[in-house]
């Protein structure tokens, strides 16, 4: 039994069909890249795992059990979280409130607003500040502290580098090894494909809404994956 | 000293039209309801605590009773109608909210006829504390005031301070985002609703101690709490008592000067000035990422 399993999931936007029956399977602990283009199906496939969309066809397990009849804010109370694409942080909310937020729906455990600025130092002296007053990577960061507040155990990452700082991408990518060493798994989606690489134990490659390649990185080489990211 | 008098009394009626305005304001913050039902549904709670006082309860109770039914109301009227109304057409919870309140005024008439009612404090509305020989405050409008100004300290430190508060402005912020913490919208907003009615039905029942009412005095306390919230300014309460004042002086201080009959229009114009030159009012706090 795998941790998360999509089996044969199909997800349309009225009559456009964005995902064509996709499978794959990550396990507990894993840092699993999703690559691909723009328009590639890559966030659609996120936003239904965290329950935004749902599947026409096909199903979702989480630990075994389907959960597609399960709505968005309660598959938070299960452990599965997000970090939307464009970092949505709350805007006339302050860094501190977006962290208790965090915590509204999710599970017990150990994540507290310190421990999130122990994780990313550069939050706690903005903690009073507006969170739209921050920079890019700083939101960044605070959305990434926020979806920890609900204490995950699947941490869904969309586009997470995305016109940030050098500095603040270094860090992402240090916590998202840091995490999986914690038990977190992470399910992220990256345009930065060397990057992802280096970090990630698994690797689906979607090409126009299917899945064109994946494996571990190691057994990949770097031809392969251009003709599956592009459909060469 | 009479215009002092008559200044006082405008601004005392702010509070009044301060009680109409908060729910009015808070739902249209947190999930950009337009309800045009607001006014009548704080008739409907001054008529729900006349139906008590006839039953022979006495005022006080008769009042909380009708608060607390119309925080029911509002809890349920959002999860079973107004939650359908919203998403992508922002003018189906106006069409929908401006039926509800034809249905209102038309079941109110039918019950209690058209006949002007009251509701009697017990001497409490007419008595007053004369400040000076020419100063007289009414007892009752100031007490109807620091209603409004307590009640909006609470409503303010409950939106500041506690989860349902946070919850109210995330949702608020991005209603999406908050799906994504754990928050039912549909719950939130339902919440947002009962505690909108829940204002307005103390805002209903203080002007029906004040003065006569009948079915369809909603409607102008509709209007009267649009201008508020509007010359205030969105997304501020304590701005939602400035422009509450703002127009109940302009109506007293106009009936004043042009006669009884002209201290409604004057209040309309000096909130057309209002909104000509500050449209967005004089306290208003909008944020965007």
Same mark, same amino acid.
């Given at each position: 039994?795998?941790?998360?399993?999509?089996?044969?999931?199909?997800?349309?936007?009225?009559?456009?069909?964005?995902?064509?029956?996709?499978?794959?399977?990550?396990?507990?602990?894993?840092?699993?890249?999703?690559?691909?283009?723009?328009?590639?199906?890559?966030?659609?496939?996120?936003?239904?795992?965290?329950?935004?969309?749902?599947?026409?066809?096909?199903?979702?397990?989480?630990?075994?059990?389907?959960?597609?009849?399960?709505?968005?804010?309660?598959?938070?109370?299960?452990?599965?979280?997000?970090?939307?694409?464009?970092?949505?942080?709350?805007?006339?909310?302050?860094?501190?409130?977006?962290?208790?937020?965090?915590?509204?729906?999710?599970?017990?455990?150990?994540?507290?607003?310190?421990?999130?600025?122990?994780?990313?130092?550069?939050?706690?002296?903005?903690?009073?500040?507006?969170?739209?007053?921050?920079?890019?990577?700083?939101?960044?960061?605070?959305?990434?502290?926020?979806?920890?507040?609900?204490?995950?155990?699947?941490?869904?990452?969309?586009?997470?580098?995305?016109?940030?700082?050098?500095?603040?991408?270094?860090?992402?990518?240090?916590?998202?090894?840091?995490?999986?060493?914690?038990?977190?798994?992470?399910?992220?989606?990256?345009?930065?494909?060397?990057?992802?690489?280096?970090?990630?134990?698994?690797?689906?490659?979607?090409?126009?809404?299917?899945?064109?390649?994946?494996?571990?990185?190691?057994?990949?080489?770097?031809?392969?994956?251009?003709?599956?990211?592009?459909?060469? | 000293?009479?215009?002092?008098?008559?200044?006082?009394?405008?601004?005392?009626?702010?509070?009044?039209?301060?009680?109409?305005?908060?729910?009015?304001?808070?739902?249209?913050?947190?999930?950009?309801?337009?309800?045009?039902?607001?006014?009548?549904?704080?008739?409907?709670?001054?008529?729900?605590?006349?139906?008590? *006082?006839?039953?022979? /309860?006495? %005022?006080? $109770?008769?009042? !909380? +009773?009708?608060?607390?039914?119309? #925080?029911?109301?509002?809890?349920?009227?959002?999860?079973?109608?107004?939650?359908?109304?919203?998403?992508?057409?922002?003018?189906?919870?106006?069409?929908?909210?401006?039926?509800?309140?034809?249905?209102?005024?038309?079941?109110?008439?039918?019950?209690?006829?058209?006949?002007?009612?009251?509701?009697?404090?017990?001497?409490?509305?007419?008595?007053?504390?004369? *400040?000076?020989?020419? /100063?007289? %405050?009414? $007892?009752?409008? !100031? +007490?109807?005031?620091?209603?409004? #100004?307590?009640?909006?300290?609470?409503?303010?430190?409950?939106?500041?301070?506690?989860?349902?508060?946070?919850?109210?402005?995330?949702?608020?912020?991005?209603?999406?985002?908050?799906?994504?913490?754990?928050?039912?919208?549909?719950?939130?907003?339902?919440?947002?609703?009962?505690?909108?009615?829940?204002?307005?039905?103390?805002?209903?029942?203080?002007?029906? *101690?004040?003065?006569?009412?009948?079915?369809?005095?909603?409607?102008?306390?509709?209007?009267?709490?649009?201008?508020?919230?509007?010359?205030?300014?969105?997304?501020?309460?304590?701005?939602?008592?400035?422009?509450?004042?703002?127009?109940?002086?302009?109506?007293?201080?106009?009936?004043?000067?042009?006669?009884?009959?002209?201290?409604?229009?004057?209040?309309?114009?000096?909130?057309?000035?209002?909104?000509?030159?500050?449209?967005?009012?004089?306290?208003?706090?909008? *944020?965007?990422?």
């Amino acid at each position: 039994m795998s941790f998360l399993e999509l089996q044969d999931v199909s997800v349309f936007y009225g009559d456009f069909q964005a995902l064509f029956t996709v499978s794959l399977s990550v396990e507990e602990g894993q840092t699993f890249a999703v690559i691909g283009a723009n328009g590639a199906g890559k966030s659609t496939m996120l936003r239904t795992i965290a329950g935004l969309l749902r599947p026409r066809s096909g199903q979702i397990l989480f630990e075994g059990e389907p959960i597609d009849h399960v709505s968005a804010h309660k598959r938070v109370g299960m452990g599965i979280s997000m970090v939307p694409e464009g970092r949505r942080v709350f805007a006339s909310l302050t860094v501190n409130e977006n962290l208790q937020v965090g915590a509204y729906g999710g599970r017990k455990g150990d994540w507290t607003i310190e421990s999130v600025y122990e994780l990313f130092p550069l939050l706690k002296p903005l903690a009073k500040r507006q969170a739209a007053s921050l920079s890019g990577g700083e939101q960044q960061a605070l959305a990434i502290g926020r979806a920890l507040m609900s204490n995950p155990r699947l941490v869904l990452l969309d586009e997470v580098s995305l016109g940030l700082a050098p500095v603040v991408i270094k860090r992402i990518y240090e916590v998202m090894v840091e995490l999986p060493a914690r038990g977190t798994t992470i399910l992220v989606v990256e345009q930065d494909v060397q990057h992802v690489l280096t970090v990630a134990d698994h690797v689906a490659c979607f090409l126009e809404g299917r899945i064109s390649l994946q494996g571990e990185p190691s057994e990949l080489k770097s031809d392969e994956i251009t003709a599956a990211y592009f459909g060469m | 000293m009479n215009w002092v008098n008559v200044a006082v009394q405008g601004i005392l009626l702010g509070g009044l039209y301060a009680l109409f305005a908060i729910g009015l304001a808070l739902v249209f913050g947190v999930m950009r309801l337009v309800n045009l039902a607001h006014g009548d549904l704080g008739i409907l709670a001054a008529f729900i605590a006349l139906g008590f *006082v006839r039953s022979g /309860v006495g %005022l006080p $109770v008769a009042a !909380l +009773l009708s608060i607390l039914i119309m #925080v029911g109301v509002g809890y349920v009227l959002q999860r079973g109608l107004l939650n359908f109304t919203l998403g992508t057409d922002d003018t189906r919870p106006i069409v929908v909210t401006f039926g509800l309140a034809i249905i209102i005024q038309n079941a109110l008439l039918l019950k209690f006829s058209a006949d002007e009612q009251g509701l009697n404090a017990g001497g409490l509305e007419t008595s007053s504390i004369h *400040v000076s020989k020419q /100063v007289a %405050l009414g $007892v009752y409008p !100031l +007490l109807v005031f620091i209603l409004a #100004v307590v009640l909006i300290a609470g409503v303010q430190l409950l939106l500041n301070r506690t989860k349902m508060g946070r919850a109210f402005r995330a949702t608020s912020d991005d209603r999406e985002a908050a799906e994504l913490m754990g928050m039912n919208n549909r719950h939130i907003y339902a919440l947002a609703m009962a505690l909108s009615l829940g204002t307005v039905a103390i805002g209903g029942i203080a002007l029906a *101690v004040r003065t006569t009412f009948d079915p369809t005095a909603g409607s102008f306390n509709l209007i009267y709490a649009f201008e508020a919230v509007i010359m205030g300014g969105m997304g501020s309460l304590w701005g939602t008592l400035l422009g509450g004042v703002i127009l109940g002086l302009a109506q007293t201080l106009g009936a004043q000067a042009f006669g009884s009959g002209w201290g409604i229009l004057c209040g309309n114009v000096v909130f057309l000035i209002v909104l000509a030159f500050r449209p967005s009012g004089f306290f208003a706090r909008t *944020v965007t990422a």
